[in-house]
């Protein structure tokens, strides 16, 4: 037997990757393999596909110069089984490799497939931990253990305190953990907003597109134009933009929308990070410098790290500790399927109509436009849980399921019941209208509450109460909205509950 079969996956573009400081460039091979079974798991956005292929090509390559040997299958290799556990047999039977060698995926379905390849292989399979994550399974499951809730503010804490990011000595800097508070101002279209760093296809992208144009063109969402890096040198080049012209006023309008505006201040990293082009402790350091060196206001620099070492932990940390179970959770039993116009984008509600239309065109969304537009409406109407999760999971190319699915299900459903948030992220017209200018122009008047003209989230925000109150009635962050439904004069409350039974039906049809 020769040395060890080293598989990397479409998710782990890291030179450090702990598979490959483990493996020897004189005996061992890298495997790399564009299969369908990843690709159309879920019917995954056409940008999506065409920067993991891209990327996964650009990275053979970088390992390539670096001395490694490589076997690549790409897509539409005649040879390609379709399956990850068919392309390490069909190598590690051709090369009569000693062991596969591979960093564990992010994935909980893919976990459950590498365990059991050593017996169809008859040699054994060594899954190794993903040490890019600064808080291991592990680690997340002795933070959980024995708490009563499990609450991202005081994980994300603790992580301050381990990497010593953004702290004064045993303090935090500026004397505060979270200045969310400050990071809620409306934006307005007379502001600079400066634009991500845009790539322009090489040869090998080029080809990319050409490949996932024929084979995947009845996936949803636009491929081109493609302007995604798909090199660390050029993600680095992104972020570095990032940095130094949107960061100072990320903080201030990171919960902004605007028509038209698709990225405002947002770094648009997040599948650069998620992919492994991008370290995401050394992306904090560099935002943290910037603070330090007086070039960005505290609250920037405290808001983006905390999605980092944060939230991205956290969510991962509660991904783990509950799948594969949490995987099912429908808290509020919702069972209306999911909409048509979250593949079209065809619908009057302007709000909608620009998440879904900017998610088709550049596989992208922010954070709020996710948690308060797309995900509150599907909440609101009762949509099925698993279905959102499935819609989000395609649809965005920084989403893969250890990332997607907590979000999805805990804080944008609540389907969790409550292990995630505190409390429903549930809001009405009103908030949209605060946030954004959508609806200055929208069918739907946001000052109406009832009604065929009224916005639809008005009375959807009353009716997912009133319906879901028994589940909801002791959650203390509610007591004062169920106290002002309380006392609504009941023909008032008559009207909400008729206006969303008219709304619903009519969507059901």
């Keep these: 037997m020769t040395g060890c079969l080293v598989l990397i996956l479409g998710d782990q573009l890291t030179p450090s990757l702990s598979s490959l400081t483990a493996a020897r460039k004189a005996s061992d091979r890298i495997l790399m393999a564009e299969v369908a079974a990843e690709a159309t798991y879920v019917r995954h956005h056409k940008k999506k596909i065409a920067f993991v292929f891209s990327a996964m090509r650009h990275f053979a390559e970088e390992l390539r110069g670096d001395g490694w040997t490589v076997d690549y299958v790409r897509y539409d290799d005649p040879d390609n089984t379709g399956s990850l556990g068919d392309e390490v047999a069909r190598f590690a039977r051709r090369h009569d490799a000693a062991r596969v060698v591979v960093t564990e995926p992010g994935e909980w379905r893919l976990l459950r497939e590498m365990e059991a390849w050593s017996e169809g292989l008859g040699r054994p399979v060594e899954i190794l931990p993903d040490t890019r994550f600064l808080a291991s399974r592990e680690d997340f499951a002795a933070w959980a253990e024995g708490r009563k809730q499990l609450r991202m503010e005081y994980f994300y804490r603790d992580m301050r305190r381990r990497t010593g990011l953004l702290m004064d000595g045993d303090q935090p800097a500026g004397g505060k953990w979270n200045y969310d508070a400050e990071n809620r101002k409306p934006a307005s279209s007379d502001l600079f907003m400066p634009q991500p760093l845009e790539t322009a296809p090489d040869r090998v992208t080029r080809g990319v597109l050409n490949l996932v144009a024929q084979d995947f063109g009845d996936h949803f969402g636009d491929l081109e134009p493609f302007w995604f890096a798909v090199t ?151 949509v099925d849980p698993h279905e959102v999760h499935e819609w989000y999971l395609a649809v965005y190319a920084d989403a893969y399921e250890w990332v997607e699915m907590p979000n999805t299900l805990g804080m944008s459903q609540f389907a969790d019941g409550g292990l995630l948030g505190s409390k429903p992220y549930a809001a009405g017209g009103n908030y949209i209208s605060r946030m954004s200018d959508y609806c200055e122009e929208c069918r739907f008047d946001v000052k109406r509450k009832t009604g065929k003209d009224a916005c639809p989230f008005n009375y959807l925000y009353w009716d997912f109460l009133a319906r879901n109150r028994e589940k909801l009635d002791g959650n203390p962050r509610l007591g004062p909205v169920y106290r002002t439904w309380d006392r609504m004069a009941e023909d008032k409350q008559a009207a909400y509950r008729e206006s969303a039974a008219s709304f619903l039906a009519e969507l059901s049809s």
């Design 232 to 382: 660390r040198e050029q993600a680095e080049a992104a972020f570095d933009r990032f940095v130094g012209e949107a960061l100072p006023r990320f903080g201030d309008f990171q919960d902004a929308m605007l028509r038209g505006e698709k990225f405002l201040y947002h770094s648009v990293v997040s599948l650069y990070i998620n992919a492994g082009l991008l370290d995401p402790l050394a992306v904090c350091r560099k935002v943290e410098q910037a603070y330090r060196d007086g070039d960005v206001p505290l609250n920037a620099a405290e808001g983006f790290i905390r999605q980092i070492i944060g939230w991205r932990e956290y969510v991962r940390g509660i991904y783990w500790l509950k799948m594969p179970g949490y995987a099912e959770s429908n808290f509020f039993g919702a069972d209306r399927p999911l909409p048509d116009f979250y593949w079209s984008g065809k619908t009057e509600m302007t709000c909608l109509a620009a998440a879904i239309g900017q998610t088709k065109e550049e596989a992208y969304a922010h954070h709020i436009q996710r948690l308060m537009i797309t995900g509150n409406f599907a909440m609101l109407a009762g």
